[in-house]
């Protein structure tokens, strides 16, 4: 019944539902809506099953439209780095992938991750996002890859650090307002386990409510509520690791 609806009135009801979900969601009891605290995570059959799963491609991710789609088949060129000889393009099983393999030569403003590339020409408020990353420096408890989003400048945005092990400047939602960032998690859990080769990440973001929520593998691993930024640029990085971008997807409100 729901394909056979127009196109249209599917992507409002998609909306509305997605506007209801945050108000019913207040109404479950906190410890309901999040995976309790635990040690780091190691990879269930479930999650070691997302991790090794190409990214679903469809032309609408609950109510949002596809608005970009990365394989690195077609180059780089429609990504900034903010050090273009931190990152190169390399072959990995016969299909290529957006490396960043060495520190980058940059100084930001405030303290926040050195190592950014950020997709070029698009800004998005509401979004659903899903990549395939592989973490690849040693182990350690800050081991780590980011996601950036709703980023206005190098002193303005937000990230998502996923980590090994939780602490005051590790695996958390982090907000950089013109000052060295700070954590915005209402809830976490202790870290995750990047082990070795592509893992699973997605990032979902209501701009009106403020809900970021972050998954690992399928399990979601932190949440924020904010609304500092609205809207901004998306991108990839680590905050001094190094680590590979393999598959981007994403579907979301294009500004």
């Not at 945005?157 to 950089?176: G, K, P, R, W």
Request: with cysteine.
């Amino acid at each position: 019944l729901w394909k056979s609806l127009p196109q249209g009135v599917r992507l409002m009801k998609s909306r509305t539902l997605r506007l209801l979900l945050p108000l019913v969601a207040a109404l479950v009891p906190t410890g309901c809506r999040m995976v309790a605290p635990n040690p780091t995570l190691a990879p269930s059959s479930a999650s070691a099953s997302a991790a090794s799963t190409p990214i679903a491609v469809a032309e609408f991710r609950d109510g949002l439209p596809l608005i970009f789609r990365e394989d690195f088949s077609g180059g780089d060129g429609r990504w900034q780095p903010t050090d273009p000889a931190a990152w190169r393009l390399v072959e990995r099983d016969g299909r290529r992938v957006y490396e960043q393999y060495q520190q980058s030569r940059y100084e930001h403003p405030v303290r926040s991750p050195f190592n950014i590339s950020l997709i070029r020409n698009l800004r998005v408020a509401d979004f659903i996002l899903e990549a395939r990353l592989e973490q690849t420096g040693h182990e350690y408890n800050h081991r780590d890859m980011v996601v950036v989003f709703g980023y206005q400048g190098p002193a303005h945005f937000y990230y998502a650090h996923l980590a090994t092990a939780a602490d005051e400047t590790a695996h958390s939602i982090f907000l950089v307002n013109g000052a060295p960032r700070v954590s915005i998690a209402t809830e976490r859990t202790q870290g995750i386990d990047w082990a070795s080769g592509p893992q699973a990440v997605r990032v979902e973001r209501r701009a009106d409510f403020g809900e970021i929520v972050v998954y690992f593998n399928g399990t979601p691993v932190m949440r924020a509520t904010d609304r500092t930024f609205i809207d901004g640029a998306i991108g990839f990085g680590t905050f001094d690791d190094t680590g590979i971008i393999e598959e981007v997807v994403v579907w979301g409100d294009a500004r």
